[in-house]
């Protein structure tokens, strides 16, 4: 028979075993797992960004083969030939010498080293800076999309293990009913043995005991598909077995939240509404570092390196140097003030996107509470019915065994015991799954 509620109520009570795999679902989500892998990058991407403010060495060589090309002509003969003619004639001596040719000298040099090793510092630059506090920003939206999936695989998690003990509780409203029915068809084997009725009466019994054998099967194919479900989203074999708690089949107390409450609870704790608030916060900043963009930045370099020729490495280096550099922008052409006109826009467009999400929130949780609300009514419904439909049921078995009813009395009572019986568990099950999507709706998991 259905088990009906007792006092305690499943809202003040916890499923150790449902609250483990919960537990389970959370460590093993691929989609979670994704998440932490995003959030990982994104850890990674601010620390690149404070980076930026390091010191940075380069190494710069390179060596170079040169043939033909360009040439500059040093007029070297004509220009100290005759003055050191001049001078043999004044000294009358042969001492200078006369024979000079011009020299022509390739433009490119040849077997040419040019190493360079440089060392740059950003000493002011607001983009560096405002990059790495959106950066972190943008963390914090990694860790809100984590949180709104966490919700949604606690609640799939949650209706999964239900619909198990829907088909669960289901199986054995039917194996009770089963019991009743071979009951009767040996109370009735009876009857036919002493000659106080026919065989037809055993046949009506056998078809009404096959026709429950035929929902149990489709309900323990149901059972089966609702447990591979549940393990898929445990990340595990399908096959693996699951525990059903017979503390959540037998305590339940239906209860209505406050519509009010809740809805303030939803307004307050949904996550999309930070996601919201760190989007603006971006935008924000995004808005100083354009207004940032005037000011100069000014960086630090240095270095020191070799340029010689012909593996001569006693000229041409080393060379040292040292220097700082600025850059300011004078005129940009009036970009700064259409991305500020973008930034406006967005902050707009985001206080409307915070306006509806609130609407929805609103109107999902409604949508909850009065499927709740409803659910509780058919529930105290189901409940009487299946108290009418027991008591029907005995008073009609008690009357057939007494020879005061008939044997299509007592399966109609059966039948309807049974549709009331397993019409309360359907319900009772849909109500836990209504609860579970409005913790969801109010991110509320404690």
């Given at each position: ?15 150790d075993i449902l609250d483990g795999y919960v537990e389970q679902a959370l460590a093993n989500n691929l989609q979670l797992k994704t998440h932490d892998l995003q959030y990982q990058k994104q850890e990674n991407r601010i620390e690149q960004a404070r980076q930026l403010w390091n010191p ?13 090309g360009r040439n500059i002509v040093f007029p070297v003969a004509d220009l100290f030939n005759p003055t050191y003619t001049t001078l043999n004639q004044l000294t009358g001596t042969n001492q200078f010498p006369t024979n000079l040719e011009n020299e022509n000298i390739q433009l490119t ?40 999936t966490e919700q949604d695989v606690i609640y799939q998690t949650k209706s999964s293990y239900y619909n198990i003990l829907k088909s669960s509780e289901g199986m054995k409203i039917l194996d009770e009913n089963l019991k009743l029915l071979e009951s009767l068809y040996a109370f009735n ?258």
């Amino acid at each position: 028979m259905l088990v009906l509620p007792m006092c305690t109520t499943l809202l003040a009570q916890r499923s150790d075993i449902l609250d483990g795999y919960v537990e389970q679902a959370l460590a093993n989500n691929l989609q979670l797992k994704t998440h932490d892998l995003q959030y990982q990058k994104q850890e990674n991407r601010i620390e690149q960004a404070r980076q930026l403010w390091n010191p940075q060495l380069d190494l710069n060589a390179s060596y170079l083969l040169a043939e033909g090309g360009r040439n500059i002509v040093f007029p070297v003969a004509d220009l100290f030939n005759p003055t050191y003619t001049t001078l043999n004639q004044l000294t009358g001596t042969n001492q200078f010498p006369t024979n000079l040719e011009n020299e022509n000298i390739q433009l490119t040099p040849n077997n040419f080293i040019d190493a360079q090793l440089s060392l740059t510092k950003p000493l002011i630059n607001s983009t560096i800076k405002y990059n790495q506090l959106i950066q972190s920003e943008l963390l914090k939206i990694n860790e809100i999309d984590r949180q709104i999936t966490e919700q949604d695989v606690i609640y799939q998690t949650k209706s999964s293990y239900y619909n198990i003990l829907k088909s669960s509780e289901g199986m054995k409203i039917l194996d009770e009913n089963l019991k009743l029915l071979e009951s009767l068809y040996a109370f009735n084997e009876k009857l036919v043995k002493y000659d106080k009725a026919t065989n037809e009466i055993l046949s009506d019994v056998s078809y009404q005991i096959e026709n429950l054998k035929s929902q149990r099967v489709q309900i323990e194919e149901q059972h089966e598909l609702s447990k591979a479900l549940f393990n898929l989203m445990l990340n595990q074999s399908l096959q693996n077995p699951v525990a059903i708690d017979e503390y959540l089949i037998n305590l339940i107390n239906i209860e209505v939240p406050d519509l009010t409450t809740t809805t303030t609870t939803a307004l307050n704790q949904r996550r999309e509404f930070d996601k919201i608030t760190v989007a603006q916060s971006v935008n924000e900043l995004n808005s100083e570092r354009i207004n940032k963009e005037k000011l100069p930045t000014v960086g630090l370099n240095a270095g020191v390196g070799i340029q010689t020729e012909d593996f001569n490495f006693d000229q041409g280096g080393p060379l040292y140097t040292l220097g700082i550099g600025m850059s300011l922008n004078i005129l940009d052409g009036g970009m700064r003030k259409k991305k500020m006109q973008e930034i406006t826009i967005d902050q707009e467009i985001l206080t409307n996107q915070e306006a509806q999400l609130k609407q929805q929130v609103e109107i999902e949780v409604m949508q909850n509470y009065l499927a709740l609300r409803s659910t509780a009514s058919n529930y105290q419904s189901a409940l009487s019915a299946v108290k009418s439909a027991e008591r029907s049921y005995d008073l009609t078995k008690t009357r057939y065994e007494n020879d005061k009813a008939i044997l299509i009395e007592l399966l109609e009572a059966q039948n309807r015991l049974t549709t009331s019986e397993l019409s309360a568990a359907l319900i009772k099950y849909d109500y836990l799954i209504l609860l579970a999507q409005l913790d969801k709706a109010t991110h509320h998991h404690e």
